[in-house]
């Protein structure tokens, strides 16, 4: 069964500072997705990972794939409050009746302070 | 462009009762799901949608739930009668039947209370 851990699970961090978020998974994927989640919001759409090494940036988050180690990292550059939120990572399982769907990890709460 | 929809945002019911929810996918997305967070845990798969056709229900729990997508366009999940252990925030997500990169986009969640 695959199986997508997620570390830290929470996370509270002072703004300005730097901080990792590990992803990782335990089947081959190519494919891997960066969604936040602000609290009663949709799950927003971050970032769009599709093969070995593929690294995305958007402000101050920055997104990376390693398929050979199974591992994703969100990277988060000088954190601002406005980051808060809850961060999930999501590999993509296609099933043997060819369809597919999301694994989910456990979610990284994280909080900035001012 | 509309994003996913979901209603209700939230519904308190008791063990016992019924509870419908519902979903309306991004306009042309033939691809519907159903996930669901329980309090604590990660988000799990419950079933796949194309069009109308159920692809994949294996993350269903049990017989309790029941979800359809007359006409594959809306769906509906269906909760009888409902346990306390059903509590939990349900998500709807669709894509588009050939979408390159398999995204999904989610609506905001129903979350669910069974007292």
């Known amino acids: 069964e695959l199986k997508v851990e997620q570390n830290p699970l929470f996370l509270s961090m002072q703004e300005g500072k730097n901080y990792t978020i590990y992803c990782n998974y335990s089947t081959t994927s190519d494919r891997l997705y960066w969604y936040r989640q602000d609290p009663g919001k949709s799950l927003e759409s971050l970032f769009v990972l599709l093969s070995n090494g593929a690294v995305k940036q958007e402000g101050r988050l920055m997104a990376s794939l390693d398929t050979k180690a199974r591992l994703s990292t969100l990277h988060i550059t000088a954190a601002v409050h406005d980051l808060s939120a809850t961060y999930f990572c999501?590999?993509?399982?296609?099933?043997?009746?060819?369809?597919?769907?999301?694994?989910f990890g456990t979610g990284t709460r994280l909080k900035v302070l001012a | 462009e509309a994003g996913v929809t979901q209603f209700p945002s939230h519904s308190v019911i008791e063990k016992g009762q019924t509870v419908t929810l519902r979903c309306d996918p991004i306009?042309?997305?033939?691809?519907l799901y159903w996930y669901r967070r329980v309090m604590g845990k990660e988000i799990k798969f419950l079933l796949h949608?194309?069009?109308?056709?159920?692809?994949?229900e294996s993350g269903m729990p049990n017989n309790r739930f029941l979800a359809e997508r007359t006409g594959g366009t809306y769906s509906t999940l269906k909760v009888q009668p409902a346990e306390l252990e059903d509590s939990g925030v349900y998500f709807c997500?669709?894509?588009?039947?050939?979408?390159?990169?398999?995204?999904?986009?989610f609506g905001p969640g129903t979350r669910l209370t069974v007292l």
């Open positions: 306009s042309g997305h033939d691809n």
């Open positions: 949608f194309v069009k109308e056709s159920k692809q994949d």
């Open positions: 999501a590999v993509d399982l296609t099933t043997t009746s060819g369809t597919y769907k999301y694994i």
């Open positions: 997500a669709s894509s588009p039947l050939a979408g390159i990169n398999n995204e999904q986009f």
